[in-house]
């Protein structure tokens, strides 16, 4: 027999949207069920965190960026991705707060005049570069990614976009690395991850 709480529960199902999880826990099992660990890659010892597969499931994106959406509507006017999976996310993520995207990019890569920010890796150095007039003066931006490792990488980006003259609201990510210690790199900044491994 039918219970009698299960109509409005069908209901309320039926009205949700099905892009939107319930909340930060739905959120963080569809991204630890969408994000594939790839051991050794790309180099021995490195468990490479893969988003492919929740790039390729089209509610659990659109889940991703709806959520990320829903925490900085109103709240900046720019989305600053990070070279290569950050422009993934972070061009959605601008449509959807229609505002508009900008890249910061491994150096070289970016024409006419850049600024340029140079970060140590565990092995030699890495350079990221980003147009000097990519913002407007004290445009608030939040800078995305998709991991957050030793946090290298979201500081120098931090860095760069400051440099440029833009304000960083909040660094993003959907996984953080707990176990690297990124956001100690990135303290005094604001770090939202969606889920941590
Ligand atoms: P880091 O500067 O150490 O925080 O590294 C972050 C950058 O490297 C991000 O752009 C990530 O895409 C990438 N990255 C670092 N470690 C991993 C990992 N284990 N799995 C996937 N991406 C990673």
Avoid: N, W
């Avoid at 963080?28 to 051991?39: F, K, T």
């Avoid at 120098?156 to 993003?172: F, N, P, S, T």
Wanted: with cysteine; aromatic share 4%.
């Amino acid at each position: 027999m039918e219970q009698p709480d299960a109509v409005p529960e069908v209901r309320r199902a039926a009205t949700r949207p099905a892009h939107r999880p319930d909340g930060a826990e739905e959120l963080e099992q569809l991204l630890l069920r969408h994000i594939r660990d790839v051991p050794d890659f790309p180099t021995p010892g490195v468990l490479f965190k893969d988003i492919a597969p929740l790039l390729a499931d089209g509610p659990a994106l659109a889940a991703v960026i709806g959520a990320l959406a829903e925490r900085y509507a109103g709240r900046v006017d720019g989305v600053v991705g990070i070279e290569a999976r950050g422009f993934v996310l972070a061009a959605p993520l601008a449509v959807a707060l229609g505002v508009g995207f900008v890249p910061v990019r491994k150096a070289g890569k970016l024409p006419g005049p850049t600024l340029v920010g140079s970060y140590a890796l565990e092995y030699g150095t890495a350079s990221i570069e980003v147009q000097t007039d990519a913002f407007a003066p004290g445009q608030r931006v939040v800078v995305l990614d998709d991991v957050l490792a030793t946090g290298g990488t979201a500081e120098a980006a931090c860095e760069l976009v400051e440099r440029a003259g833009a304000q960083v609201m909040e660094v993003a990510v959907l996984m953080e690395l707990g176990f690297l210690a990124g956001r100690q790199r990135l303290a005094g900044r604001s770090v939202h991850t969606l889920v941590t491994a």
